[in-house]
Protein backbone atom coordinates (compact mmCIF):
# COMPACT_ATOMS: atom_id res chain seq x y z
CA UNK A 1 0.00 0.00 0.00
CA UNK A 2 2.52 2.16 0.81
CA UNK A 3 3.41 2.41 -3.03
CA UNK A 4 2.69 0.71 -6.22
CA UNK A 5 3.45 0.07 -9.50
CA UNK A 6 1.94 2.33 -12.51
CA UNK A 7 1.11 -0.77 -14.39
CA UNK A 8 -0.49 -4.03 -13.40
CA UNK A 9 -1.40 -7.07 -15.28
CA UNK A 10 -3.72 -9.97 -14.26
CA UNK A 11 -1.14 -12.55 -13.42
CA UNK A 12 1.15 -13.80 -10.74
CA UNK A 13 4.88 -12.36 -10.70
CA UNK A 14 7.41 -11.16 -8.49
CA UNK A 15 8.32 -8.05 -9.50
CA UNK A 16 9.74 -4.35 -8.08
CA UNK A 17 7.99 -1.09 -7.86
CA UNK A 18 9.32 2.32 -7.77
CA UNK A 19 8.95 3.89 -4.49
CA UNK A 20 9.55 6.96 -2.57
CA UNK A 21 10.60 6.96 1.24
CA UNK A 22 7.64 7.86 3.67
CA UNK A 23 8.06 10.32 6.08
CA UNK A 24 6.18 11.33 9.46
CA UNK A 25 3.82 14.15 9.13
CA UNK A 26 2.78 16.67 11.95
CA UNK A 27 -0.18 18.75 12.68
CA UNK A 28 -3.53 18.72 10.94
CA UNK A 29 -6.44 20.70 9.78
CA UNK A 30 -9.86 21.17 11.09
CA UNK A 31 -11.84 19.43 8.38
CA UNK A 32 -15.70 19.26 8.66
CA UNK A 33 -18.21 18.20 5.65
CA UNK A 34 -20.55 20.40 4.65
CA UNK A 35 -23.27 18.45 5.95
CA UNK A 36 -21.35 17.06 8.69
CA UNK A 37 -19.61 13.75 8.93
CA UNK A 38 -20.49 11.31 6.20
CA UNK A 39 -22.44 7.68 7.71
CA UNK A 40 -23.51 4.74 5.59
CA UNK A 41 -27.08 3.30 5.18
CA UNK A 42 -27.47 0.77 7.89
CA UNK A 43 -29.70 -1.72 5.40
CA UNK A 44 -27.22 -3.48 3.29
CA UNK A 45 -28.53 -4.07 -0.66
CA UNK A 46 -26.61 -6.75 -1.42
CA UNK A 47 -25.29 -10.16 -0.35
CA UNK A 48 -28.04 -11.12 2.57
CA UNK A 49 -25.95 -12.69 4.59
CA UNK A 50 -26.24 -12.23 8.71
CA UNK A 51 -23.67 -10.57 9.92
CA UNK A 52 -21.93 -12.22 13.37
CA UNK A 53 -22.95 -9.59 15.74
CA UNK A 54 -21.97 -10.39 19.37
CA UNK A 55 -19.35 -12.85 18.97
CA UNK A 56 -17.18 -13.99 22.22
CA UNK A 57 -13.76 -15.79 21.93
CA UNK A 58 -14.98 -18.93 22.12
CA UNK A 59 -17.51 -18.75 19.16
CA UNK A 60 -14.31 -17.63 16.72
CA UNK A 61 -13.50 -20.44 14.54
CA UNK A 62 -9.98 -21.16 14.52
CA UNK A 63 -8.09 -22.07 11.92
CA UNK A 64 -6.94 -25.76 12.31
CA UNK A 65 -3.40 -26.19 14.31
CA UNK A 66 -3.72 -22.53 15.32
CA UNK A 67 -4.81 -20.39 18.23
CA UNK A 68 -6.35 -17.20 18.28
CA UNK A 69 -3.94 -14.45 19.77
CA UNK A 70 -6.51 -11.39 18.80
CA UNK A 71 -9.61 -10.49 17.36
CA UNK A 72 -11.95 -7.53 17.38
CA UNK A 73 -15.50 -8.33 15.90
CA UNK A 74 -16.41 -4.19 16.18
CA UNK A 75 -19.25 -5.18 18.70
CA UNK A 76 -18.79 -1.91 20.72
CA UNK A 77 -20.09 1.58 20.19
CA UNK A 78 -16.86 3.34 19.36
CA UNK A 79 -13.52 2.58 18.05
CA UNK A 80 -11.71 0.50 20.21
CA UNK A 81 -8.65 2.68 21.13
CA UNK A 82 -6.31 0.28 23.08
CA UNK A 83 -6.29 -1.78 20.55
CA UNK A 84 -5.97 0.86 17.30
CA UNK A 85 -4.01 4.01 16.81
CA UNK A 86 -5.95 6.48 14.52
CA UNK A 87 -3.51 7.79 11.63
CA UNK A 88 -2.80 11.95 10.62
CA UNK A 89 -1.08 12.31 7.34
CA UNK A 90 -1.77 15.44 4.90
CA UNK A 91 -2.56 15.74 1.26
CA UNK A 92 0.25 13.58 -1.04
CA UNK A 93 1.80 12.01 1.62
CA UNK A 94 3.04 8.97 -0.97
CA UNK A 95 2.09 7.77 -4.33
CA UNK A 96 0.14 11.59 -4.87
CA UNK A 97 -2.69 10.35 -3.31
CA UNK A 98 -5.31 12.91 -2.90
CA UNK A 99 -7.09 12.12 0.72
CA UNK A 100 -6.12 13.68 3.64
CA UNK A 101 -5.83 11.19 6.43
CA UNK A 102 -7.74 12.88 9.82
CA UNK A 103 -7.94 11.04 13.36
CA UNK A 104 -11.52 11.20 13.72
CA UNK A 105 -14.30 9.58 14.04
CA UNK A 106 -16.00 11.15 11.41
CA UNK A 107 -13.51 8.63 8.95
CA UNK A 108 -13.18 5.67 10.48
CA UNK A 109 -16.45 4.78 12.98
CA UNK A 110 -17.67 1.53 14.50
CA UNK A 111 -21.75 1.01 13.66
CA UNK A 112 -24.06 -2.02 13.79
CA UNK A 113 -20.54 -4.77 14.53
CA UNK A 114 -18.37 -3.26 11.44
CA UNK A 115 -15.53 -0.59 11.58
CA UNK A 116 -16.33 1.34 8.41
CA UNK A 117 -13.89 3.52 6.90
CA UNK A 118 -15.37 6.79 5.27
CA UNK A 119 -14.11 8.78 2.50
CA UNK A 120 -15.68 12.15 2.04
CA UNK A 121 -15.41 14.45 -0.40
CA UNK A 122 -15.23 18.17 0.31
CA UNK A 123 -15.94 21.46 -1.44
CA UNK A 124 -15.48 24.60 -0.14
CA UNK A 125 -17.73 28.28 -1.35
CA UNK A 126 -15.22 28.69 -3.94
CA UNK A 127 -15.71 25.73 -5.24
CA UNK A 128 -11.95 24.01 -4.23
CA UNK A 129 -12.44 20.29 -3.69
CA UNK A 130 -10.59 18.10 -1.06
CA UNK A 131 -10.68 14.55 0.12
CA UNK A 132 -10.84 13.66 3.72
CA UNK A 133 -10.66 9.55 4.63
CA UNK A 134 -9.99 6.98 7.55
CA UNK A 135 -6.49 5.29 8.34
CA UNK A 136 -6.29 2.71 11.84
CA UNK A 137 -3.49 0.51 12.75
CA UNK A 138 -2.81 -1.92 15.65
CA UNK A 139 1.39 -1.01 16.43
CA UNK A 140 2.15 -1.85 19.67
CA UNK A 141 -1.52 -2.78 20.20
CA UNK A 142 -1.34 -5.66 18.71
CA UNK A 143 1.61 -6.74 16.64
CA UNK A 144 2.54 -10.78 15.58
CA UNK A 145 5.25 -12.28 14.27
CA UNK A 146 3.62 -15.28 11.79
CA UNK A 147 0.57 -16.85 12.00
CA UNK A 148 -2.87 -16.71 10.25
CA UNK A 149 -4.40 -12.74 9.80
CA UNK A 150 -7.54 -12.41 8.33
CA UNK A 151 -10.29 -9.87 8.13
CA UNK A 152 -13.91 -10.23 6.61
CA UNK A 153 -14.45 -7.09 4.30
CA UNK A 154 -16.81 -5.34 1.89
CA UNK A 155 -14.12 -2.67 -0.16
CA UNK A 156 -15.50 0.69 -1.31
CA UNK A 157 -16.57 0.49 -5.27
CA UNK A 158 -15.81 4.01 -6.91
CA UNK A 159 -13.01 5.13 -9.54
CA UNK A 160 -10.11 6.44 -7.44
CA UNK A 161 -10.52 4.73 -4.21
CA UNK A 162 -7.97 2.35 -3.59
CA UNK A 163 -8.85 0.49 -0.21
CA UNK A 164 -6.14 -2.14 1.81
CA UNK A 165 -5.79 -4.74 4.39
CA UNK A 166 -1.88 -4.63 5.25
CA UNK A 167 0.83 -4.93 7.04
CA UNK A 168 3.97 -3.42 8.17
CA UNK A 169 6.32 -3.93 10.92
CA UNK A 170 6.34 -2.98 14.39
CA UNK A 171 9.61 -1.09 13.92
CA UNK A 172 10.42 0.22 10.66
CA UNK A 173 13.66 1.10 11.46
CA UNK A 174 14.70 -2.56 12.24
CA UNK A 175 16.16 -3.22 8.64
CA UNK A 176 16.19 0.47 7.51
CA UNK A 177 12.69 2.27 6.22
CA UNK A 178 10.32 0.94 3.60
CA UNK A 179 11.12 -0.75 1.19
CA UNK A 180 14.16 -2.56 3.47
CA UNK A 181 11.58 -3.12 6.53
CA UNK A 182 9.31 -5.22 4.28
CA UNK A 183 5.33 -4.89 4.03
CA UNK A 184 2.80 -7.11 3.13
CA UNK A 185 -0.18 -6.08 1.45
CA UNK A 186 -3.21 -8.83 2.46
CA UNK A 187 -5.81 -7.26 0.37
CA UNK A 188 -6.12 -3.97 -1.82
CA UNK A 189 -9.34 -4.14 -4.51
CA UNK A 190 -9.37 -1.04 -7.20
CA UNK A 191 -12.55 0.36 -6.73
CA UNK A 192 -13.45 0.47 -10.62
CA UNK A 193 -12.45 -2.71 -10.59
CA UNK A 194 -14.14 -4.75 -8.15
CA UNK A 195 -14.05 -8.27 -8.53
CA UNK A 196 -10.33 -8.79 -8.67
CA UNK A 197 -7.85 -8.64 -5.21
CA UNK A 198 -4.03 -8.15 -5.12
CA UNK A 199 -2.11 -9.96 -2.14
CA UNK A 200 1.38 -8.44 -2.58
CA UNK A 201 4.98 -8.61 -0.47
CA UNK A 202 6.79 -5.30 -0.66
CA UNK A 203 11.01 -5.65 -0.11
CA UNK A 204 14.53 -4.63 -0.75
CA UNK A 205 16.70 -2.68 -1.72
CA UNK A 206 16.49 -1.85 -4.49
CA UNK A 207 12.81 -2.42 -4.24
CA UNK A 208 10.90 -5.38 -5.01
CA UNK A 209 7.33 -6.88 -4.93
CA UNK A 210 6.08 -10.30 -5.23
CA UNK A 211 2.52 -10.09 -6.35
CA UNK A 212 -0.57 -12.85 -6.81
CA UNK A 213 -3.94 -11.62 -8.05
CA UNK A 214 -7.46 -13.42 -7.25
CA UNK A 215 -10.33 -12.56 -9.52
CA UNK A 216 -14.05 -14.29 -8.85
CA UNK A 217 -15.80 -16.31 -10.92
CA UNK A 218 -19.09 -14.82 -10.35
CA UNK A 219 -19.75 -11.86 -7.66
CA UNK A 220 -18.22 -8.82 -6.51
CA UNK A 221 -15.39 -7.58 -3.97
CA UNK A 222 -18.13 -4.53 -3.24
CA UNK A 223 -21.25 -5.89 -3.44
CA UNK A 224 -20.08 -9.05 -0.85
CA UNK A 225 -18.03 -9.70 2.07
CA UNK A 226 -15.53 -11.80 1.71
CA UNK A 227 -12.86 -13.09 3.94
CA UNK A 228 -8.93 -12.60 3.03
CA UNK A 229 -5.96 -13.98 4.34
CA UNK A 230 -3.00 -14.82 5.13
CA UNK A 231 -0.63 -17.61 6.52
CA UNK A 232 2.79 -16.34 7.30
CA UNK A 233 5.78 -18.63 8.69
CA UNK A 234 9.55 -18.47 8.63
CA UNK A 235 10.65 -18.31 4.97
CA UNK A 236 6.78 -18.58 3.55
CA UNK A 237 3.82 -16.36 3.09
CA UNK A 238 0.81 -17.99 1.62
CA UNK A 239 -2.39 -15.42 0.52
CA UNK A 240 -6.46 -16.60 0.78
CA UNK A 241 -9.81 -15.69 -0.57
CA UNK A 242 -12.98 -17.18 1.27
CA UNK A 243 -10.25 -20.02 2.52
CA UNK A 244 -8.78 -20.33 -1.20
CA UNK A 245 -5.05 -20.37 -1.89
CA UNK A 246 -4.47 -18.49 -4.65
CA UNK A 247 -0.85 -17.25 -4.20
CA UNK A 248 2.19 -18.16 -2.30
CA UNK A 249 6.09 -16.41 -2.32
CA UNK A 250 9.68 -17.63 -0.06
CA UNK A 251 11.94 -15.76 -2.42
CA UNK A 252 12.58 -12.00 -1.00
CA UNK A 253 15.80 -10.55 0.74
CA UNK A 254 16.04 -7.14 2.77
CA UNK A 255 19.75 -5.40 2.47
CA UNK A 256 21.45 -1.77 2.23
CA UNK A 257 22.83 -0.70 -1.38
CA UNK A 258 25.95 -2.02 -1.42
CA UNK A 259 26.06 -4.59 1.32
CA UNK A 260 25.30 -7.74 1.84
CA UNK A 261 21.62 -8.82 2.22
CA UNK A 262 20.44 -9.37 6.10
CA UNK A 263 20.14 -12.81 6.86
CA UNK A 264 17.14 -14.65 5.40
CA UNK A 265 14.02 -14.65 6.06
CA UNK A 266 14.82 -10.88 6.63
CA UNK A 267 12.83 -8.52 6.22
CA UNK A 268 9.53 -11.09 7.55
CA UNK A 269 11.19 -12.38 10.40
CA UNK A 270 9.77 -9.66 12.80
CA UNK A 271 7.01 -8.38 14.37
CA UNK A 272 3.74 -6.83 11.56
CA UNK A 273 0.92 -5.12 12.50
CA UNK A 274 -2.00 -4.54 10.73
CA UNK A 275 -3.99 -1.29 8.72
CA UNK A 276 -7.11 -0.68 7.48
CA UNK A 277 -7.39 2.33 5.26
CA UNK A 278 -8.88 3.72 2.23
CA UNK A 279 -6.91 5.78 -0.21
CA UNK A 280 -8.54 8.40 -2.69
CA UNK A 281 -6.66 8.99 -6.32
CA UNK A 282 -2.77 8.46 -6.35
CA UNK A 283 -0.56 7.11 -8.70
CA UNK A 284 -2.67 3.56 -9.29
CA UNK A 285 -6.38 4.00 -8.81
CA UNK A 286 -6.19 7.61 -10.82
CA UNK A 287 -7.95 10.59 -9.50
CA UNK A 288 -11.94 10.24 -8.62
CA UNK A 289 -14.72 11.33 -11.21
CA UNK A 290 -18.20 12.68 -11.26
CA UNK A 291 -19.29 9.01 -11.01
CA UNK A 292 -16.76 8.29 -7.74
CA UNK A 293 -19.73 7.55 -4.96
CA UNK A 294 -19.07 9.44 -1.50
CA UNK A 295 -21.93 7.56 0.62
CA UNK A 296 -22.11 4.17 2.07
CA UNK A 297 -20.84 2.82 -1.62
CA UNK A 298 -17.94 4.25 -0.94
CA UNK A 299 -17.36 2.87 2.53
CA UNK A 300 -14.68 -0.04 3.57
CA UNK A 301 -16.95 -1.98 5.89
CA UNK A 302 -14.67 -4.47 8.35
CA UNK A 303 -16.99 -6.78 9.81
CA UNK A 304 -14.20 -8.40 12.22
CA UNK A 305 -10.09 -8.93 12.38
CA UNK A 306 -8.64 -11.68 13.80
CA UNK A 307 -4.79 -12.87 14.87
CA UNK A 308 -4.08 -16.80 15.18
CA UNK A 309 -0.63 -18.67 15.76
CA UNK A 310 0.92 -21.86 15.74
CA UNK A 311 2.47 -23.00 19.03
CA UNK A 312 5.79 -22.39 17.86
CA UNK A 313 7.76 -22.25 14.76
CA UNK A 314 10.89 -23.37 13.08
CA UNK A 315 13.13 -20.24 12.03
CA UNK A 316 16.08 -22.50 10.97
CA UNK A 317 15.35 -21.85 7.28
CA UNK A 318 17.30 -21.24 3.94
CA UNK A 319 17.01 -19.15 1.75
CA UNK A 320 15.68 -20.58 -2.08
CA UNK A 321 17.81 -20.66 -4.44
CA UNK A 322 16.14 -18.77 -7.55
CA UNK A 323 17.01 -20.92 -10.94
CA UNK A 324 16.15 -18.82 -14.00
CA UNK A 325 14.15 -20.82 -16.23
CA UNK A 326 14.77 -19.23 -20.04
CA UNK A 327 12.35 -19.81 -22.77
CA UNK A 328 13.92 -21.48 -25.90
CA UNK A 329 13.19 -19.74 -29.25
CA UNK A 330 11.65 -21.82 -31.93
CA UNK A 331 13.31 -23.05 -35.11
CA UNK A 332 13.18 -19.55 -36.67
CA UNK A 333 15.24 -17.71 -33.92
CA UNK A 334 11.71 -16.14 -32.26
CA UNK A 335 10.61 -16.03 -28.51
CA UNK A 336 7.07 -15.00 -28.76
CA UNK A 337 4.33 -17.87 -28.95
CA UNK A 338 1.69 -18.00 -31.77
CA UNK A 339 3.77 -14.95 -33.11
CA UNK A 340 1.51 -14.90 -36.37
CA UNK A 341 -2.25 -15.53 -34.73
CA UNK A 342 -2.40 -18.73 -36.66
CA UNK A 343 -3.95 -19.95 -33.68
CA UNK A 344 -7.70 -18.45 -31.88
CA UNK A 345 -6.16 -18.30 -28.35
CA UNK A 346 -7.73 -17.41 -25.10
CA UNK A 347 -7.14 -13.74 -24.52
CA UNK A 348 -8.23 -13.76 -21.09
CA UNK A 349 -6.01 -16.36 -19.69
CA UNK A 350 -1.70 -16.26 -18.37
CA UNK A 351 -0.55 -18.28 -21.12
CA UNK A 352 0.94 -16.40 -24.34
CA UNK A 353 -0.49 -13.36 -25.37
CA UNK A 354 -3.09 -11.55 -23.41
CA UNK A 355 -5.62 -8.49 -23.99
CA UNK A 356 -6.13 -6.04 -20.70
CA UNK A 357 -8.50 -3.26 -20.08
CA UNK A 358 -6.85 -1.44 -17.18
CA UNK A 359 -7.92 1.88 -15.44
CA UNK A 360 -11.25 2.62 -17.15
CA UNK A 361 -9.91 1.21 -20.29
CA UNK A 362 -12.89 -0.54 -22.87
CA UNK A 363 -12.00 -2.30 -25.29
CA UNK A 364 -11.52 -6.37 -27.28
CA UNK A 365 -9.62 -8.37 -28.97
CA UNK A 366 -10.09 -10.62 -31.62
CA UNK A 367 -7.63 -12.84 -33.74
CA UNK A 368 -8.63 -13.52 -36.98
CA UNK A 369 -6.97 -13.45 -40.54
CA UNK A 370 -3.33 -14.44 -39.13
CA UNK A 371 -3.68 -10.92 -37.12
CA UNK A 372 -4.60 -9.68 -33.64
CA UNK A 373 -7.60 -7.05 -34.10
CA UNK A 374 -7.77 -4.43 -31.46
CA UNK A 375 -10.49 -2.58 -30.87
CA UNK A 376 -11.36 0.39 -28.37
CA UNK A 377 -14.46 1.83 -27.07
CA UNK A 378 -12.91 3.73 -23.99
CA UNK A 379 -9.21 4.46 -24.18
CA UNK A 380 -8.78 5.11 -20.54
CA UNK A 381 -6.95 7.06 -18.42
CA UNK A 382 -3.26 5.71 -19.44
CA UNK A 383 -1.14 4.14 -22.00
CA UNK A 384 -1.45 1.34 -20.52
CA UNK A 385 -5.51 1.38 -20.08
CA UNK A 386 -5.76 -1.11 -23.31
CA UNK A 387 -2.89 -3.52 -23.15
CA UNK A 388 -1.87 -6.44 -25.68
CA UNK A 389 1.17 -8.40 -24.06
CA UNK A 390 2.89 -11.40 -23.85
CA UNK A 391 5.37 -12.79 -20.65
CA UNK A 392 7.97 -15.23 -20.28
CA UNK A 393 10.73 -13.17 -22.71
CA UNK A 394 14.39 -14.86 -21.86
CA UNK A 395 16.08 -11.91 -21.39
CA UNK A 396 19.82 -12.61 -20.92
CA UNK A 397 22.38 -9.60 -19.64
CA UNK A 398 24.86 -8.92 -22.27
CA UNK A 399 22.43 -9.61 -25.39
CA UNK A 400 21.08 -7.69 -28.36
CA UNK A 401 17.96 -7.98 -29.43
CA UNK A 402 15.38 -7.30 -31.98
CA UNK A 403 11.60 -6.71 -31.70
CA UNK A 404 9.79 -6.38 -34.71
CA UNK A 405 6.15 -6.58 -35.87
CA UNK A 406 3.77 -5.33 -38.51
CA UNK A 407 0.51 -2.78 -37.70
CA UNK A 408 -1.88 -0.57 -38.94
CA UNK A 409 -5.04 1.50 -37.89
CA UNK A 410 -8.39 2.25 -39.28
CA UNK A 411 -6.83 5.83 -39.05
CA UNK A 412 -3.68 7.86 -38.00
CA UNK A 413 -2.97 7.03 -34.37
CA UNK A 414 -0.51 6.15 -32.70
CA UNK A 415 0.62 3.24 -29.80
CA UNK A 416 3.66 2.30 -27.96
CA UNK A 417 5.10 -0.67 -27.66
CA UNK A 418 7.62 -1.94 -24.91
CA UNK A 419 9.74 -4.88 -23.36
CA UNK A 420 9.40 -4.60 -19.83
CA UNK A 421 10.57 -5.98 -16.71
CA UNK A 422 7.03 -6.73 -14.43
CA UNK A 423 9.05 -9.00 -11.71
CA UNK A 424 11.77 -5.93 -12.09
CA UNK A 425 9.97 -2.62 -11.02
CA UNK A 426 8.52 -2.29 -14.46
CA UNK A 427 11.92 -1.10 -15.79
CA UNK A 428 12.09 -1.14 -19.38
CA UNK A 429 14.62 -3.47 -21.48
CA UNK A 430 13.05 -1.83 -24.71
CA UNK A 431 11.53 1.97 -23.90
CA UNK A 432 8.00 2.71 -24.36
CA UNK A 433 8.44 3.99 -27.70
CA UNK A 434 5.91 6.29 -29.47
CA UNK A 435 5.18 4.87 -33.45
CA UNK A 436 2.87 6.53 -35.81
CA UNK A 437 0.35 4.03 -37.53
CA UNK A 438 -1.18 4.64 -40.86
CA UNK A 439 -3.88 3.29 -42.99
CA UNK A 440 -1.47 0.93 -44.67
CA UNK A 441 0.88 -2.24 -43.62
CA UNK A 442 4.23 -0.80 -42.46
CA UNK A 443 6.59 -3.22 -40.58
CA UNK A 444 8.36 -1.92 -37.36
CA UNK A 445 12.03 -2.57 -36.34
CA UNK A 446 13.90 -1.97 -33.34
CA UNK A 447 17.36 -3.47 -31.73
CA UNK A 448 18.19 -3.13 -28.06
CA UNK A 449 21.21 -4.38 -25.86
CA UNK A 450 20.18 -6.17 -22.37
CA UNK A 451 22.59 -4.06 -19.91
CA UNK A 452 20.53 -5.35 -16.54
CA UNK A 453 20.89 -8.45 -14.85
CA UNK A 454 19.20 -11.65 -16.36
CA UNK A 455 15.64 -12.19 -16.35
CA UNK A 456 13.23 -15.20 -17.64
CA UNK A 457 10.33 -13.30 -17.52
CA UNK A 458 10.53 -10.12 -19.71
CA UNK A 459 7.29 -8.93 -20.97
CA UNK A 460 6.22 -7.81 -25.15
CA UNK A 461 3.68 -5.03 -23.90
CA UNK A 462 1.39 -2.90 -27.18
CA UNK A 463 0.02 -0.20 -25.34
CA UNK A 464 -3.16 1.55 -27.16
CA UNK A 465 -4.80 3.57 -24.11
CA UNK A 466 -5.01 7.29 -23.58
CA UNK A 467 -3.45 8.06 -26.89
CA UNK A 468 -6.08 10.17 -28.56
CA UNK A 469 -7.68 8.06 -30.28
CA UNK A 470 -9.69 4.69 -30.10
CA UNK A 471 -8.81 3.74 -34.04
CA UNK A 472 -8.70 -0.02 -34.53
CA UNK A 473 -5.71 -1.54 -34.31
CA UNK A 474 -3.97 -4.72 -36.50
CA UNK A 475 -0.66 -6.58 -35.58
CA UNK A 476 0.68 -9.74 -37.30
CA UNK A 477 4.20 -10.79 -37.34
CA UNK A 478 5.08 -10.18 -33.94
CA UNK A 479 8.82 -11.12 -32.84
CA UNK A 480 11.46 -11.02 -30.74
CA UNK A 481 14.47 -12.58 -31.43
CA UNK A 482 18.21 -12.52 -29.98
CA UNK A 483 20.93 -11.11 -32.12
CA UNK A 484 24.21 -12.52 -32.59
Request: proline share 6%; glycine share 6%.
Amino acid sequence: MKKRMSKIAAVIFSSAVVMAGMTACEGNRNVTPESGAMEPATEETVAEESLPTDVSEEEVEVPEGFHLVWHDEFNGTELNEDDWNREEHPVGWVNHELQEYVPSADYAYVKDGELIIQPTKIEDENGNVSYVSGRVNTQNKHDIKYGYVEARIKFPQGKGYLPAFWMMPQDEDYYGQWPKCGEIDIAEVLGNSTNTNYGTIHYGEPHFQNQGIYTLASGDLANEYHVFAIEWEPGLIKWFVDGEQYFETNDWFSKWPDEEEKPYPAPFDQPFHVILNVAVGGDWPGDPDETTPFDEKGAMKVDYVRMFQRDSYDENVEKPVKVLEFREADETGNFLHNSDFSEAEDLTDDIDWKFLELNDGVGSAEIKDNMIVITTENFGSEEYSIQLVQPEMPMEKGCKYKFSFEAYADEERQMKPAVTAPDVNWIRYFPDTAIDLTTDWQTFEFEFDMTEESDDNGRVEFNMGNQGSTATIYIRNVRLEKVE
